[in-house]
């Protein structure tokens, strides 16, 4: 999996996940903000809540599938054991919050998915379900990307 994503990526896996983890970031803020739109909360005159519910449908869709891509990446590429033996000396523990935030991720996302298809009577935990999909992407992107981009990784 290792050679398939240095290939994939010509050799640039890191800024490729950083670029991958930023637009799963910036998808998962316009998320959230059309789902305001959705619930009523903000009323833009140019978008009405069924739009903005169907483009949320659409993007989640997406960020789905680059979850998992990034996702199976990560894994493939930096594993665990190694990522989290080596990856953050010291009290602040980085790498391993990222792991398990991004585990915790997944998790969600699935759990969201199974509302979404499968249990509707627990529609009612979507908003917070999405805030935590939003949440746990921040935190993911924090610990890798933004580390990175601030120097600290």
Same mark, same amino acid.
């Given at each position: 999996m290792e050679d398939l994503v240095e290939t994939v990526t010509a050799g640039h896996a890191t800024a490729v996940k950083i670029v991958l983890a930023s637009v799963l970031l910036a998808l998962g803020v316009y998320q959230a903000m059309l789902m305001a739109v959705g619930y009523g909360k903000v009323r833009p005159p140019f978008l009405t809540p069924a739009s903005a519910a169907a483009a949320h449908r659409a993007i989640g869709d997406a960020i789905v599938v680059l979850v998992v891509v990034v996702g199976a990446a990560c894994l493939g590429y930096y594993g665990i054991e190694d990522s989290v033996q080596d990856g953050a000396?010291?009290?602040?523990g980085r790498v391993t919050l990222h792991v398990v935030a991004s585990f915790a991720l997944?998790? *969600? &996302?699935? #759990?969201?998915?199974? *509302? &979404?298809? #499968?249990?509707?009577?627990?529609?009612r935990l979507l908003p917070v379900l999405g805030l935590g999909v939003l949440s746990l992407l921040f935190i993911t992107w924090l610990s890798s990307a933004g580390a990175f981009l601030v120097g600290a990784g």
């Amino acid at each position: 999996m290792e050679d398939l994503v240095e290939t994939v990526t010509a050799g640039h896996a890191t800024a490729v996940k950083i670029v991958l983890a930023s637009v799963l970031l910036a998808l998962g803020v316009y998320q959230a903000m059309l789902m305001a739109v959705g619930y009523g909360k903000v009323r833009p005159p140019f978008l009405t809540p069924a739009s903005a519910a169907a483009a949320h449908r659409a993007i989640g869709d997406a960020i789905v599938v680059l979850v998992v891509v990034v996702g199976a990446a990560c894994l493939g590429y930096y594993g665990i054991e190694d990522s989290v033996q080596d990856g953050a000396p010291g009290p602040d523990g980085r790498v391993t919050l990222h792991v398990v935030a991004s585990f915790a991720l997944i998790g *969600v &996302l699935a #759990l969201k998915l199974t *509302v &979404l298809h #499968l249990w509707r009577r627990a529609e009612r935990l979507l908003p917070v379900l999405g805030l935590g999909v939003l949440s746990l992407l921040f935190i993911t992107w924090l610990s890798s990307a933004g580390a990175f981009l601030v120097g600290a990784g």
